[in-house]
């Protein structure tokens, strides 16, 4: 399978527990997003690699949360101290090339993350 | 900002009928895309389609036809024949043509195709 994988597909932690995920992108694809998405909403921006480089961070993303891009090629996204309100499914995309110019985002199935 | 409104929450049909699936776009952009994705219960999102700003033609593709009319901001999509296969969550969005092309998506209209 070529699409993006990310990994694990669910994970449950107790709260104040560090958490970690990653996004393996299409090969060859420079450009990675990670969203968040909450029961019932449309997935929401939280930050974007264009190669190694972290261009922008959505204010969803406070000082808790960090991710990275090393090589330009897998992702992680790192959540420390987790809270409740941290539950959501993080999804992540990659193109290559700009997104709606010529050519679209493409997803993983998503890391569910449940905080109890 | 761009903003993306699907007022439909929830739609059942029965097998076989038509739908349509509304969607709403804000924007002050004069260039900007908008997209449609499929969200089934794996999680996955699938895309669907992407159209330009400068692009107002309808598109059929297969059962799937979309209608994009910039006069009213709206970016319809429509499934002919609705399958049970069909059901799932659905999804449009937007981009815009600077930044970093983030979406903006909706917050979904979910579709059940009953047999």
């Known amino acids: 399978d070529t699409g993006v994988s990310q990994n694990p597909r669910h994970k449950i932690t107790k709260r104040g527990q560090n958490v970690t995920f990653r996004c393996d992108p299409i090969s060859e694809h420079n450009r990675l997003y990670w969203y968040r998405q909450t029961l019932g909403q449309g997935p929401e921006f939280l930050t974007y690699?264009?190669?190694?480089?972290?261009?922008?961070k959505s204010r969803l993303l406070s000082d808790r949360f960090s991710a990275e891009r090393p090589k330009g090629s897998f992702s992680t996204l790192e959540i420390q101290r987790t809270e409740q309100g941290d539950s959501a499914m993080y999804l992540c995309?990659?193109?290559?090339?700009?997104?709606?110019?010529?050519?679209?985002?493409?997803f993983g199935q998503g890391t569910r993350l449940t905080v109890v | 900002a761009q903003k993306v409104t699907q007022a439909q929450t929830e739609i059942s049909v029965v097998e076989k009928e038509d739908v349509t699936l509304d969607c709403v776009y804000e924007?002050?952009?004069?260039?900007?895309?908008l997209f449609w994705y499929k969200q089934p219960p794996s999680g996955e999102l699938v895309f669907l389609i992407r159209?330009?700003?400068?692009?107002?033609q309808n598109e059929i593709s297969g059962r799937y036809s979309w209608n994009f009319q910039k006069s009213t901001s709206s970016f319809n999509f429509t499934i002919t024949a609705s399958q049970v296969v069909d059901s799932a969550v659905y999804f449009c969005a937007s981009s815009k043509d600077t930044g970093r092309r983030a979406l903006t998506f909706g917050s979904g209209t979910r579709l059940q195709v009953q047999p």
């Open positions: 924007t002050r952009d004069t260039t900007y895309y």
């Open positions: 995309a990659s193109s290559l090339g700009i997104v709606g110019v010529n050519t679209e985002a493409f």
């Open positions: 690699f264009q190669n190694e480089a972290q261009l922008e």
């Open positions: 159209r330009n700003s400068f692009d107002e």
